[in-house]
């Protein structure tokens, strides 16, 4: 009776040994996931505050899919055309500052723009003014990277990334950053989520994406600036 006693004690404690360990690899293995690793796939720039929020509203009313077309003349402040369909001269391509112009002043925020510069190499030019004296007595500050230009986009500034173009002959290119919860490792291998004008038209794209028709642009060769709403 005793053995049998013992048997049955002794399998018990065989099983609870085997659940025990079951356990704790689980928890090893949980614990063996570097936190940095974790946080790559959270959310990387804090909510997007309410002032965020109108930023996204005016964007996703832009209707900029079927405004600001590439090869039309277009009215800078609403994108329709305004010349002719088979117009070829000068100003009829892609409108990528025009229209971040136009969601600036939408939003209260002055940028360079008509009748200061014309359309054409606007983009470059734009990128040359928010880093001018000019540009910062206007209320444009330098975010220092992707990250701090998303953190500073999802808590309501206005923020661009824009480009210069090596070339002077050559236009550059601008995109407005979109508020948004997306996650460290997204950002890092795309960059923000962005709306633009530009050879193809995106509500809702990302910058490296939207960078890639200018070699050298993005990542190293791009700047981030940012602009307060009014309160």
């Not at 049998?4 to 079951?22: P, Y």
Request: net charge neutral; glycine share 8%; with cysteine.
């Amino acid at each position: 009776m005793k053995k049998s006693l013992i048997r049955v004690f002794l399998s018990l404690v065989t099983r609870m040994a085997v659940v025990l360990v079951a356990l704790t690899g689980i928890t090893v293995a949980a614990e063996n996931i570097p936190s940095s690793a974790r946080s790559a796939e959270q959310p990387c720039c804090g909510p997007v505050t309410p002032a965020a929020q109108a930023i996204l509203t005016v964007l996703d009313r832009s209707d900029v899919e079927h405004l600001w077309l590439n090869h039309h003349h277009v009215n800078w402040e609403t994108g329709q055309p305004d010349k002719p369909d088979d117009y070829s001269g000068p100003g009829n391509h892609t409108h990528c500052s025009a229209f971040a112009a136009a969601m600036g002043a939408r939003l209260g925020v002055y940028m360079l723009r008509p009748p200061e510069h014309s359309q054409i190499l606007l983009a470059s030019a734009q990128t040359r003014w928010f880093d001018s004296q000019e540009g910062r007595q206007a209320g444009w500050i330098r975010a220092a990277d992707a990250l701090h230009a998303q953190q500073l986009a999802n808590q309501g500034m206005l923020v661009v990334i824009s480009y210069e173009s090596p070339d002077k002959h050559r236009p550059g290119h601008i995109v407005i950053v979109r508020p948004s919860l997306i996650t460290l490792a997204r950002l890092r291998a795309e960059g923000p989520y962005i709306t633009q004008a530009g050879t193809h038209n995106l509500l809702v794209g990302n910058a490296a994406t939207a960078f890639a028709g200018h070699p050298g642009a993005w990542p190293d060769g791009v700047k981030f600036f940012a602009h307060a709403l009014r309160q």
